[in-house]
């Protein structure tokens, strides 16, 4: 909204024109959702607390999270409200791209937030049905790809490109009956997968920042052309391009750059998030917080053409994913577990690791991967 306005009133004040840059309104999207969290958590917190919307705890669970019953949760809804309100205001809300994603992850939100209030209703871990959560989800991310690959608005196409390897030396065009089904798993895959993660204080978060950076870098350089004057031989001035996906060699999607934006307002809203979801912790996100993120992040890597890049960027996620299905299938194969408790981050607390070391160590590993999956730009 603010992007169009300022965009009309450029020819009135000439530093208006900054506000049609993707780079400028990557930072002004960020610093919007910052500043919404840092300033209204407090009252959201106490809110909260007014009216007991206060974190069941697993009675299995690790016995050090017993003293963390009642604190604040939901804390997601506010993450969300910021996300939505930084992209509609400086996104260019006429960017098919921008409304999908923002479909998707209110979508997302609003079954966690089902979920969460079931659960502070019925005073349990039991909240919305797993077949009745998975077939929303399926059903709404399914119904937004075909629409995705079917209308012309978008340009979209069913081609997987491999990681480290050059978009002009290999790729495999799907048929749409596959690759709909193929990103639908990925983005419900994804959302469920940091709704396990999100088990300790700052865990999942983290990894959720460093993952939504990584996809500011690769939308932005997708579908972004840098021109840039050069004095050609016997003075002429001549301006030149540079095409940055092309260079890279990596999937080229039109208007994909916008989308920039939208991983600013994910960083700046979690890093307001993470000020008070420290160890220890003032305030949950709930799965109204991990539900919409996962999905989101999940569809990013749909429409980045990333989807099999996103196994390494989302590596800590599937791994905390992993270790569920692996404990899970050998306890009712065998009778007999794998780790000491699953998600993976509670196997670690029962070897009595440290809650902040578990976070901290769990962060770094994600700066790693993000770190191989930029690497793999250069090495292709």
Not at 235 to 256: N, W
Request: hydrophobic share 50%; charged share 15%; with cysteine.
């Amino acid at each position: 909204m603010l992007f169009k306005l300022f965009f009309m009133l450029k020819d009135v004040y000439g530093p208006f024109n900054l506000f049609r840059y993707v780079s400028f309104r990557v930072i002004a999207a960020l610093v919007t959702s910052l500043l919404i969290c840092l300033f209204l958590y407090p009252w959201f917190i106490r809110k909260l607390q007014e009216r007991q919307i206060g974190q069941v705890i697993r009675e299995e669970g690790p016995e050090s999270h017993y003293s963390k019953a009642g604190t604040p949760t939901m804390g997601g809804v506010l993450i969300l409200l910021s996300v939505v309100v930084s992209t509609l205001l400086w996104a260019d809300l006429t960017n098919p791209f921008v409304g999908l994603i923002l479909i998707i992850t209110v979508g997302f939100g609003v079954v966690g937030f089902i979920d969460d209030s079931m659960k502070l209703k019925g005073k349990s871990t039991a909240g919305l049905s797993g077949k009745v959560r998975l077939l929303i989800e399926f059903g709404l991310s399914g119904v937004l790809m075909y629409f995705l690959l079917t209308h012309d608005a978008f340009g979209y196409s069913s081609e997987l490109y491999l990681p480290f390897v050059s978009t002009e030396k290999f790729s495999i065009t799907l048929p749409i009956a596959v690759y709909i089904p193929f990103m639908t798993v990925a983005i419900v895959g994804t959302g469920n997968a940091v709704n396990l993660t999100d088990g300790l204080d700052g865990l999942a978060i983290g990894p959720v920042i460093i993952a939504a950076g990584t996809f500011l870098i690769l939308a932005y350089s997708s579908a972004t052309v840098l021109s840039y004057e050069e004095v050609a031989q016997g003075g002429e001035v001549v301006t030149r391009s540079f095409d940055v996906a092309k260079y890279l060699m990596i999937p080229q999607i039109p208007g994909v750059q916008e989308l920039a934006i939208f991983c600013a307002a994910i960083i700046g809203a979690g890093l307001g998030f993470l000020w008070y979801n420290m160890f220890p912790a003032q305030v949950f996100m709930g799965d109204v917080g991990s539900l919409s993120l996962g999905g989101a992040l999940g569809t990013m890597a749909i429409l980045t053409k990333h989807e099999l890049l996103s196994l390494i960027i989302f590596g800590l996620f599937v791994t905390e994913a992993l270790s569920v299905i692996i404990q899970t299938t050998s306890y009712k194969l065998t009778g007999k577990r794998v780790f000491r408790m699953a998600p993976i981050h509670h196997h670690f607390e029962k070897k009595n690791w440290p809650e902040t070391r578990i976070v901290i160590r769990f962060w770094v590993i994600s700066m790693m991967l993000a770190l191989i999956a930029l690497a793999s730009l250069k090495i292709r």
